[in-house]
């Protein structure tokens, strides 16, 4: 079965530091790939999504990076964090027998001071 | 661009009662609409697909219908119990990397 895994779970980071969220999938190949925040009083938005190894596409401009160095890692990144990176960071993949459905991850708690 | 709605955004109902979480979106080119539910601090737990070409799933006291053309979908929860309480979310998926839109959801709270 697949089963998708996220670290740090919570993480406080003051303003300016650098940030890294990991995401990894097990018992699927080729997946995609997706980054979501969930930020205090706002719905759930797609920051990036990936379809492949080096695949990287953005939703929105923002503060964030992501990158896909392995076919079921998916890392966020930020140089310097902002307040307004604050949020619940969720990862999510689809692919396989289950082919338009996405599963989520147990998500980052981000809170920058 | 897709904007998904969900109505009521808080709902709080006895116990044992039968309940209807609305959500509509703009537009009609989606692949399927998932719904979700999510407990606070958590992730996100995938109750109900439904295919753009289908009508209704259920699984247990759920069941989900869709309305491509009107842009409608419905979640349909019977005799309700106070574990159901959490954020029910529904989202579309669109786009060629099957992206999801949410709403921005419905709290629950079935009391005892």
């Known amino acids: 079965s697949q089963t998708i895994h996220q670290w740090p779970a919570t993480l406080v980071q003051p303003v300016g530091s650098p940030l890294s969220l990991e995401c990894t999938v097990e018992?699927?190949?080729?997946?995609?790939l997706y980054w979501y925040r969930q930020a205090a009083g706002r719905g759930l938005q797609l920051l990036f999504y990936s379809v492949g190894i080096g695949q990287i596409s953005s939703e929105v401009p923002q503060n964030l990076s992501a990158s896909r160095p392995q076919d079921r890692q998916f890392i966020l990144s930020s140089k310097k964090l902002l307040l307004s990176d604050s949020g619940f960071y969720l990862c999510a993949w689809r692919g396989g027998t289950s082919y338009n459905e996405q599963f989520f991850g147990p998500g980052t708690r981000l809170t920058v001071l | 661009k897709q904007e998904v709605t969900q109505i009521p955004a808080a709902l709080s109902v006895p116990e044992g009662e039968n309940l209807v979480l609305n959500c509509s979106f703009t537009d009609s080119a989606i692949y399927n609409l998932q719904w979700f539910r999510q407990d606070p601090g958590k992730g996100l737990t995938s109750l109900l697909l439904?295919?753009?070409?289908?009508r209704e799933q259920t699984s247990g006291r759920l069941n989900a219908s869709l309305d491509k053309s009107s842009g409608r979908s419905t979640l349909y929860i019977a005799a309700s119990q106070p574990g159901d309480s959490a954020t029910y979310l529904c989202a579309v998926l669109r786009g060629s990397a099957r992206q999801l839109t949410f709403g921005s959801g419905t709290q629950l709270t079935v009391l005892p």
């Open positions: 439904i295919q753009s070409s289908q």
């Open positions: 018992g699927t190949s080729n997946p995609n």
